[in-house]
């Protein structure tokens, strides 16, 4: 498969997933902000700021924040990539780019969708749109799954959306700790617990955490969860295990190729073994979830040398002439 | 006009496709126009909207360049399908078969021994001063001696009926991934009217394609590629259909590579050897080692791979110093001096600026020529002299005298008219307009052309007009070619 194809690909599945997040937290964000009996002193809004790396962005156009410019931000403004209609925008013009390798029917979907929502320009009911938005991109992801080939092109797309997923929820426990950390007294109170039962609703995860656990709302668990359940979809280990199988079935060329596979197997095995488990104990909550943010950063520079911008190149179906060069791939020029 | 209440045959023209110039419709049309009666006018209306909708969900755009945002438009569809017998498809079709044949012989000799220059059918200096003529393909051999491997030719139908070559395209003809979706649409909205008739299909093409793309390689199971400037390109749909359609990688200048005169392209296995490159760039921008040197679509080393054998290149460079359209006058000599036969389709009387007494002639009579630069397209640059105000003709007779060579001009054609589905006089209706066909054909090693049976009927949807480019407020139309006996036949 050509490189930039793949590129396109990965990227494609990487941002259909994050508008897919930035959807939930806001979703979420916006029935934690009606409760407001909780939390009148708690700024709920610049986490979403945090979660999704804007917070830059953000204070050159807008001096204070506010649940109206947190949410024209980050849904319909387009002057920078963060926003959900540019992430949409983003996919559709890496849709349009590799037609030929994803199905027709993905490429309606997404193209229709893109249509409505561009044409109109506007976004309707908030509620609604959240809604409708996390259902197109569990529909999308479905047809994928049941109308596209399960080949290299499929795996790069898993490849794009799962290292998203795990990034995606690292920095949503993240958030947890960093900004809307209570004060010693407050944990295990009804604020705290509530905070943690939103948490789990971002990421679909309250049902399963009730059905697993049998239990009250306990933050280990929640923690374990979504950090180490190899069965729970949004977790890192479900996440990671899914980029490996993705790069398992494209398969090694070349040193980089394998040595990304080995990196994310190694990865794999303290996921799975105990490593984690124990550095979740003993590191404390912040340095862990950096080391897997570090982890996933790490994974995603070895998938961009070892795939996009291979620096060293080998004949295809001639692994003994072996040729040394420079090719950088140009980067898409944006307009 | 008869008894069809939403047709208007009160055209100018003198020749409609689908009325008499008695005012009655023709035999032909009888049932397409009973089934949009029966529709009526917010059936024909729906199903419009519903046309157009397809189509803009299923990505078939082309981008406005002047538009600094690059939108995405649709090219209008016209729910009307143009229909071409049997009997008159069999003579355009010979007759794109023998052009295709004679130009393809002419740019062979041009790019060798370049004998019909020797002979005096064509002026040297015509050829050889031509900005289009490509030094670099001097003595270069492509595979089986073919240049044009993909060719549009461009026809119009004149008061008398007859068909009329306008221009040839030989470089890189684009559309026919409309005349393909055109009848994809047709079929979803309007299955029934499809079925009252006997049409030959169109959606072979991608596999005419592909075949004679890969009779240029010597391998039995040859990479083929889709060279495109990008997505920015306005025809990137039909590039990226096409490759789709053919199975075959679409490529940009970014993903291949050329080393020790081969060409690559970079997966993510490694380097792909590529054996065949359907090139759907401007020769310009090809090899910024032989064309303009800022070029960043194209590919470094790419006319060396070519010259060494180890790539084919659709359609080979240099093509443009034969469907130039002062070329286009000697296209009958040409026909006749490596065929010895008479041309099939007429072409329309072309007078030379490069020529005095032509010069002389067209400085004259400006009020009843269409003038057109030499080296243009898209009906850009054009004047239509019947339509053109006195400040401008001024302006064109300046231009024209300045730079003789630069023009030629032909005499204002009455292209026919066709029904088609437009607002005029405040009402919704179907009123003649201005249509013209481009049938494509493709060329394999052997020299053996094929045309597809239908072709691109491109229609100018305002009143009057008689430029039809997509670029210029133009659409298109399902064009049909019917079996033989399939007139008018209602299949039991």
């Known amino acids: 498969m050509l490189s930039r194809i793949a590129r396109n690909i990965y990227t494609l599945g990487q941002q259909i997933e994050r508008a897919e997040n930035i959807a939930r937290i806001l979703d979420v964000n916006q029935r934690m902000s009606l409760e407001q009996v909780y939390f009148s002193e708690l700024d709920v809004w610049s986490p979403m700021l945090a979660i999704t790396r804007s917070r830059e962005a953000f204070d050159e156009k807008y001096d204070d924040v506010t649940q109206r410019h947190v949410l024209e931000f980050l849904i319909s403004d387009t002057s920078h990539p963060f926003s959900i209609r540019s992430c949409l925008r983003h996919a559709r013009e890496m849709a349009r780019t590799v037609r030929e390798h994803i199905s027709e029917e993905m490429w309606l979907y997404l193209n229709k969708t893109y249509n409505d929502i561009e044409r109109t320009g506007k976004i309707g009911k908030l509620t609604v749109f959240l809604s409708d938005f996390r259902q197109f991109c569990s529909a999308f992801h479905g047809l994928a799954d049941n109308t596209m080939s399960h080949n290299e092109s499929w795996d790069f797309l898993c490849l794009g959306v799962s290292l998203e997923r795990a990034q995606m929820t690292t920095r949503i426990l993240e958030i947890k700790y960093h900004l809307l950390l209570p004060s010693a007294d407050e944990i295990g109170k009804p604020l705290d617990l509530h905070q943690w039962q939103a948490l789990l609703r971002s990421v679909s995860g309250y049902e399963a955490y009730r059905r697993q656990y049998k239990a009250r709302i306990e933050p280990a668990k929640v923690l374990r969860l979504l950090n180490l359940d190899p069965r729970f979809p949004r977790s890192v280990h479900f996440s990671i295990r899914r980029v490996s199988e993705a790069l398992r079935g494209i398969g090694t060329a070349n040193s980089e190729q394998y040595q990304l596979l080995r990196e994310t197997e190694y990865f794999l095995d303290d996921l799975r073994g105990g490593a984690s488990r124990n550095d979740l104990m003993s590191m404390g909550l912040m340095d862990y979830l950096e080391q897997v943010q570090q982890r996933c950063d790490m994974i995603s520079d070895m998938i961009d040398k070892a795939f996009f911008n291979s620096v060293t190149v080998t004949l295809a179906g001639q692994d003994k002439e072996r040729l040394i060069m420079q090719i950088p791939q140009q980067q898409q020029k944006n307009k | ?492």
């Open chain 2, 1 to 492: 006009m008869d008894s069809y209440a939403i047709f208007s045959s009160s055209g100018a023209a003198p020749y409609d496709e689908a009325f008499e110039t008695s005012g009655d419709s023709r035999a032909l049309y009888r049932q397409a126009f009973e089934h949009f009666q029966g529709l009526g006018p917010e059936g024909v209306e729906n199903l419009q909207h519903s046309a157009d909708l397809s189509m803009l969900n299923q990505g078939v755009t082309f981008t406005v360049y002047s538009d600094a945002r690059g939108t995405e438009k649709i090219f209008p569809f016209d729910l009307m399908p143009r229909i071409i017998t049997d009997t008159e498809w069999s003579v355009i079709e010979a007759g794109v078969v023998q052009r295709m044949t004679a130009l393809n012989l002419f740019l062979e000799d041009i790019y060798h021994g370049q004998k019909i220059l020797r002979d005096g059918i064509v002026p040297t200096r015509q050829v050889m001063m031509s900005s289009l003529f490509c030094r670099e393909m001097s003595g270069l051999n492509p595979p089986g001696g073919i240049h044009v491997h993909i060719g549009g030719i461009d026809l119009i139908r004149n008061q008398s009926g007859a068909f009329y070559v306008l221009e040839d395209n030989l470089r890189v003809p684009s559309g026919v991934s409309y005349v393909i979706e055109n009848r994809w649409v047709m079929a979803r909205v309007q299955p029934e009217l499809l079925n009252e008739y006997r049409v030959r299909p169109v959606d072979h093409y991608p596999n005419m394609l592909f075949d004679s793309l890969a009779s240029l390689s010597p391998n039995d199971n040859p990479t083929v590629a889709v060279l495109t400037p990008g997505i920015f390109n306005s025809a990137y749909f039909e590039h990226s259909f096409l490759a789709n359609q053919m199975g075959a990688e679409l490529v940009e200048g970014q993903d291949l590579l050329v080393d020790r005169d081969v060409l690559y392209m970079k997966t993510t296995r490694g380097l792909q050897k590529v054996d065949v490159l359907y090139l759907r760039l401007d020769t310009d921008f090809l090899d910024p080692l032989v064309f303009r040197p800022d070029s960043m679509l194209g590919v470094s080393g790419l006319m060396n791979a070519y010259r060494a054998g180890n790539v084919a290149l659709a359609n080979a460079p240099g093509n443009g110093v034969a469907d130039d359209k002062a070329m286009y006058a000697y296209t009958p000599e040409i026909i006749r001096y490596y065929l010895d036969e008479e041309p099939i389709l007429p072409i329309v009387p072309t007078y030379l600026g490069a020529r005095d007494e032509d010069l002389r002639y067209m400085l004259d009579h400006i009020p009843e020529l269409v003038i057109k630069p030499t080296d243009a397209s898209g009906g850009y640059g054009l004047l239509v002299g019947s339509q053109a105000s006195k400040k401008e003709i001024k302006e064109f007779r300046a231009m024209l005298a300045a730079n003789p060579a630069h023009y030629i001009a032909q005499p204002i054609q009455q292209l026919s008219t066709h029904p088609t589905w437009v607002e005029q006089d405040g009402g919704k209706g179907f009123f003649p307009r201005h249509v013209d066909l481009r049938p494509y054909a493709v060329c394999d090693v052997n020299g053996n052309v094929r045309v597809l049976p239908g072709g691109l009927t491109r229609v100018a949807l305002r009143r009057g007009t008689l430029v039809v480019n997509s670029s210029q407020g133009g659409g298109s139309k399902d064009t049909w070619v019917l079996h033989p006996n399939g007139t008018g036949q209602r299949l039991a």
